[in-house]
């Protein structure tokens, strides 16, 4: 997973050898015609692909009108075509072996204070689970407990569809990565009925939790699912209770880093990698109704010797994106996105999209950190760059904040709406596959 800043900060996984030519493009509101310089890549065997049966669920054939034109063909509609009301993203779970400490190194690499917890502490035998928290953005790690200590205890879980076998499995398959990405709806229940309708694989059947906050899951891509949360008093997505406003069973915490905060908000979008597009495409707009919110093909981002084809679906207010990457197989250099499926084993989450209100801010905070249990960054781009970039953002970036641009390492990137900062982590984890992108959009001299 790595991790961009924009006027936003992103987090994702992508191969520690890739190119930033070669990274995924940037769904939102970005034009993709000046892409990021080439850093490093690997030459490899073209592999042939083995498609994932559990990437679209129980849905295998494929929209018969489903066509890539790319970007510059590409026209931007919204039909608010939704099947159920979606608010917002409302957080990301990861599974993990050690959620102390995966917690702990989120929360000092990114500046989010870890502010609630559901573990030992709190009565949980099930997991231990702490929630990361800055502005809007939520992350939470969960990891198993012994299953000699929670026998018949089941009902003490915070999170009611936690399964320590099926969590053991997905760290041994996948590693640290999102296990579910969560969002607020209207109403859990009504969510579930109308995805399982239109074809989604149900996981978890609705539940109201402690009879004010429904909860319910399906099928996304891989082993993610795609999880429903809705309360039925709206006033306690704001209250002060973690219990209220997040999930019942969780307490405040008084951890570390408290007084963290590095400027990142929201998240912007949650990338999937899949075996295959179409199917994956067709299966999630039909159980949401999401809409096509952009496309790239492998010639829009500049990977035609290492491909990899994308499309965007976003809910009618456009506040959720979830891109869609395939990889492009037989190409001269293996796809980034090949290597992720291989690396994790299958379709999954390849990097989480994160708003920042700085992204000078945030960079220095994070790189200060870097060598100190945060996050790496990738190689920054030859001076040239940033010599041309006077040329190219002169007139919309002041001297400073070119010079800053370079200090930084950030790259710049620009459209007909504004100019897009970003900048990549190296891989998270140990795996290949794991990296963070933070990113910065600005216009009308927003920064």
């Known amino acids: 997973?790595?991790?961009?800043?924009?006027?936003?900060?992103?987090?994702?996984?992508?191969?520690?050898?890739?190119?930033?030519?070669?990274?995924?493009?940037?769904?939102?509101?970005?034009?993709?015609?000046?892409?990021?310089?080439?850093?490093?890549?690997?030459?490899?065997?073209?592999?042939?692909?083995?498609?994932?049966?559990?990437?679209?669920?129980?849905?295998?054939?494929?929209?018969?009108?489903?066509?890539?034109?790319?970007?510059?063909?590409?026209?931007?509609?919204?039909?608010?075509?939704?099947?159920?009301?979606?608010?917002?993203?409302?957080?990301?779970?990861?599974?993990?072996?050690?959620?102390?400490?995966?917690?702990?190194?989120?929360?000092?690499?990114?500046?989010?204070?870890?502010?609630?917890?559901?573990?030992?502490?709190?009565?949980?035998?099930?997991?231990?689970?702490?929630?990361?928290?800055?502005?809007?953005?939520?992350?939470?790690?969960?990891?198993?407990?012994?299953?000699?200590?929670?026998?018949?205890?089941?009902?003490?879980?915070?999170?009611?569809?936690?399964?320590?076998?099926?969590c053991l499995s997905f760290a041994a398959k996948h590693g640290l990565g999102v296990r579910a990405i969560a969002l607020e709806v209207a109403d859990a229940e009504a969510a579930f009925s109308a995805s399982v309708a239109h074809g989604a694989e149900a996981v978890s059947s609705p539940a109201l939790l402690e009879g004010r906050t429904g909860f319910a899951e399906v099928r996304l891509y891989g082993d993610v699912v795609l999880r429903y949360v809705s309360y039925k008093d709206a006033t306690h997505a704001s209250d002060t209770d973690p219990s209220r406003w997040f999930l019942p069973g969780?307490?405040?915490?008084?951890?570390?880093?408290?007084?963290?905060?590095?400027?990142?908000?929201?998240?912007?979008?949650?990338?999937?990698?899949?075996?295959?597009?179409?199917?994956?495409?067709?299966?999630?707009?039909?159980?949401?109704?999401?809409?096509?919110?952009?496309?790239?093909t492998a010639e829009d981002v500049g990977t035609a010797e290492s491909g990899l084809n994308s499309v965007v679906l976003a809910n009618n207010s456009e506040t959720v994106l979830l891109p869609l990457n395939e990889p492009v197989y037989g190409t001269k250099r293996r796809s980034q996105i090949e290597t992720y499926l291989e690396h994790n084993e299958g379709a999954g989450v390849q990097h989480l999209a994160l708003v920042s209100n700085d992204i000078f801010r945030t960079l220095r905070e994070m790189r200060k950190r870097s060598f100190v249990g945060g996050f790496e960054f990738m190689p920054s781009p030859p001076p040239t760059y940033y010599a041309n970039l006077h040329k190219r953002a002169g007139d919309v970036l002041t001297v400073d904040q070119i010079k800053q641009c370079e200090e930084l390492g950030i790259l710049v990137d620009r459209d007909d709406q504004g100019t897009l900062l970003q900048i990549f982590t190296k891989p998270i984890g140990d795996r290949e596959m794991t990296a963070d992108m933070i990113n910065q959009y600005h216009n009308n001299n927003m920064l």
Not at 287 to 293: P, Q
């Open 250 to 296: 969780f307490e405040a915490s008084a951890a570390s880093f408290q007084e963290l905060d590095y400027g990142i908000r929201r998240l912007d979008h949650a990338v999937g990698n899949v075996p295959e597009l179409a199917p994956a495409v067709s299966y999630l707009k039909n159980f949401t109704g999401f809409h096509e919110f952009a496309e790239f």
């Open 1 to 166: 997973m790595s991790i961009l800043c924009r006027y936003n900060l992103l987090l994702h996984p992508a191969p520690a050898s890739l190119s930033t030519s070669s990274c995924n493009p940037i769904p939102p509101r970005v034009s993709l015609s000046q892409l990021p310089h080439p850093l490093h890549s690997t030459t490899t065997t073209a592999i042939t692909p083995q498609p994932n049966s559990n990437t679209m669920g129980n849905q295998t054939e494929l929209q018969s009108d489903f066509k890539l034109v790319g970007f510059k063909n590409f026209v931007r509609t919204n039909p608010k075509s939704d099947r159920f009301q979606v608010n917002r993203f409302h957080h990301i779970e990861f599974w993990c072996t050690d959620a102390t400490n995966a917690a702990s190194r989120f929360s000092w690499g990114l500046g989010m204070p870890i502010v609630a917890k559901s573990d030992l502490s709190t009565g949980n035998l099930i997991h231990a689970s702490y929630l990361l928290r800055s502005g809007d953005l939520s992350f939470l790690f969960s990891a198993p407990y012994s299953p000699s200590i929670s026998a018949g205890a089941a009902s003490t879980a915070a999170i009611p569809t936690f399964d320590a076998t099926a």
